[in-house]
């Protein structure tokens, strides 16, 4: 079982780390506003067209 959590902790500990960088986090906040616009955009013309 050592053979399989060790990766998974490994893991864990990159993206607890990446999380815990400010500017990954915002970087990641707004690729998500971005996504969030082109979606609204998306609907808007879907809804006018």
Request: hydrophobic letters at 55%; a positive charge.
């Amino acid at each position: 079982m050592s053979a399989l959590t060790r990766p998974i902790r490994s893991v864990l500990g990159a993206l607890r780390q990446a999380l815990s960088n400010e500017g990954i986090r915002r970087l990641e906040l707004s690729c998500a506003l971005g996504v969030a616009a082109d979606t609204g955009l998306l609907v808007v013309l879907l809804v006018a067209v």
